[in-house]
């Protein structure tokens, strides 16, 4: 996101969390800086401190990237069968005893 050039604005964010997250932006010593502000004072100095920081909140923020080892392990990992295919799936129910489903159901 913040390289597709988004950034925390008063309009887009900071103006629509609690003076909470937007005292965790910054960090400690910008917080010291902008906590005695009211929220909307200080939505817009905590704007300016963020401007050019590429700072993005949580939720916006991506995983890192798996190293290759990694991303080859997750790949030739096992699909649970509720999610691999059909036939793999209608054979994983027909290996279940019957019994199991009618105590399930009682």
């Known amino acids: ?8 604005t008063v309009d887009n964010y900071l103006g629509r969390v609690t003076k909470g997250r937007i005292l965790e932006a910054k960090g400690e010593q910008a917080s010291q800086l902008i906590d005695h502000l009211k929220k909307g004072d200080m939505a817009k100095e905590a704007e300016r401190l ?9 939720p916006l923020r991506t995983p890192e990237t798996l190293d290759g080892d990694a ?5 030739d990992a096992e ?10 799936h209608e054979q994983a129910e027909a290996d279940e005893p019957e019994a199991a489903h009618a105590i399930a159901a009682e």
């Open 50 to 58: 963020l401007d050019g920081s590429g700072w993005l909140p949580e």
């Open 79 to 88: 699909l649970p069968a509720f999610l691999s295919d059909d036939e793999q």
């Open 71 to 75: 991303a080859e392990a997750s790949a």
């Open 1 to 8: 996101m913040a390289e597709a050039g988004w950034t925390p």
